[in-house]
């Protein structure tokens, strides 16, 4: 059985909890054990074999500046040590739970150095559609694995559904859905209360739900990465400028203005979101959705009157909610809904990932 070594890159809400989750596996498992021998944020590393609970004073103590090269060469230690001690066939897994927009770029030469990769960043899957050939051919040519879940729907399985369907055969007609548990709240609670969407819009940030600009969530920007994502899962070679969004900034406060004042500015919402409810009918409410054509090869961002009598219609929270139109369902499609964001169930997601790749090399 294969030795897992983990390095996590991000050490915010998401790696954290991860951290916490893997030290807690680790505690409950005997037979395969998870070893983080690195953990690190866009400037500095810690690198101690075995990295546990303890490792927030650690970090602040002994992490020091770094670069892939020194990553690479701690990890050719820790092989080099089990193969002189002829203990287990050592693996390597690379982790991205940053939100950064560039890091995707080392993954080519992360695997080419022998890592595996597991990511919550969506970037990579939605850079030009080159990068994402030439990522899985990497993939392919060094026999690694690439997981990548969490990166539409946190915990919830709708990557790997859907890729068992196209891979399966199945005839995929539409893909719709309610992509983004922050719009989820939002709309959910505007629909059935009589509050203002600016009222809401801070509630939802005191929950830690929306982007701390949360015109990045109102651009719809996100909900198209996430769509874009699916598409190419069933093969359309599509690129972020093909999907056709609408955005729910006003022209007035979009990004030529500060955050303080769109945060100045924000009960400018109100007048716009309070007409779009005022054309709902009672048994309708406003829902903000991804939907894939596949037939027409068309991918839209939008907000939507939805009625109350179906998946989308009857949303909670800040669930997500994903319907799964194909051949072999017909007119009712396969439902797969669930909570749709929070660092838990996105490391919990991401651990679930890992455990996959595991369980491949054993």
């Given at each position: 059985?294969?030795?897992?070594?983990?390095?996590?890159?991000?050490?915010?809400?998401?790696?954290?909890?991860?951290?916490?989750?893997?030290?807690?596996?680790?505690?409950?498992?005997?037979?395969?054990?998870?070893?983080?021998?690195?953990?690190?944020?866009?400037?500095?590393?810690?690198?101690?074999?075995?990295?546990?609970?303890?490792?927030s004073s650690n970090f602040e103590t002994a992490a020091q500046p770094y670069t892939l090269d020194d990553i690479y060469a701690f990890a050719k230690t820790i092989k080099e040590q089990n193969d002189n001690e002829h203990t287990?066939?050592?693996?390597?897994?690379?982790?991205?739970?940053?939100?950064?927009?560039?890091?995707?770029?080392?993954?080519?030469?992360?695997?080419?150095?022998?890592?595996?990769?597991?990511?919550?960043?969506?970037?990579?899957?939605?850079l030009s559609y080159d990068f994402y050939k030439k990522l899985r051919a990497s993939l392919?040519?060094?026999k690694k694995k690439f997981g990548y879940e969490t990166n539409v729907g946190a915990g919830l399985p709708i990557i790997e559904t859907i890729k068992n369907l196209y891979e399966s055969g199945e005839e995929i007609h539409k893909i719709r859905g309610v992509f983004s548990g922050s719009l989820s709240y939002l709309f959910n609670n505007f629909s059935k209360e009589d509050k203002d969407f600016s009222d809401i819009l801070l509630e939802a940030d005191a929950l830690g739900l929306t982007e701390p600009d949360a015109r990045e969530d109102l651009s719809g920007k996100d909900v198209a990465r996430k769509l874009l994502i699916l598409s190419r899962e069933i093969g359309l070679g599509k690129e972020f400028g093909d999907v056709k969004i609408q955005s729910l900034?006003?022209?007035?406060l979009n990004g030529k203005t500060t955050l303080s004042q769109f945060r100045e500015s924000v009960k400018t919402l109100d007048t716009i979101f309070t007409e779009s409810k005022s054309k709902l009918s009672k048994h309708e409410v406003l829902r903000h959705v991804g939907e894939l054509n596949?037939?027409?090869?068309?991918?839209?961002?939008?907000?939507v009157q939805e009625s109350k009598f179906t998946a989308l219609g009857q949303t909670q929270g800040a669930d997500a909610v994903f319907e799964i139109y194909t051949a072999s369902y017909g007119d009712q499609p396969l439902v797969?809904?669930?909570?749709?964001?929070?660092?838990?169930?996105t490391a919990r997601g991401v651990l679930s990932d890992i455990i996959k790749i595991t369980q491949s090399l054993n």
């Open positions: 059985m294969s030795q897992i070594n983990i390095v996590i890159f991000g050490i915010g809400n998401v790696g954290s909890t991860l951290i916490t989750q893997i030290t807690d596996f680790n505690k409950k498992t005997t037979n395969r054990k998870l070893n983080i021998f690195c953990i690190a944020n866009s400037k500095l590393a810690l690198f101690k074999d075995n990295v546990t609970s303890g490792w287990q066939e050592q693996e390597f897994v690379a982790v991205d739970v940053t939100a950064s927009a560039t890091f995707a770029n080392n993954y080519i030469d992360l695997v080419e150095h022998g890592f595996h990769i597991v990511t919550a960043n969506k970037v990579a899957n939605t392919t040519l060094n900034v006003p022209k007035e596949v037939k027409t090869q068309e991918l839209e961002v939008k907000l797969i809904q669930g909570a749709g964001a929070g660092k838990a169930v």
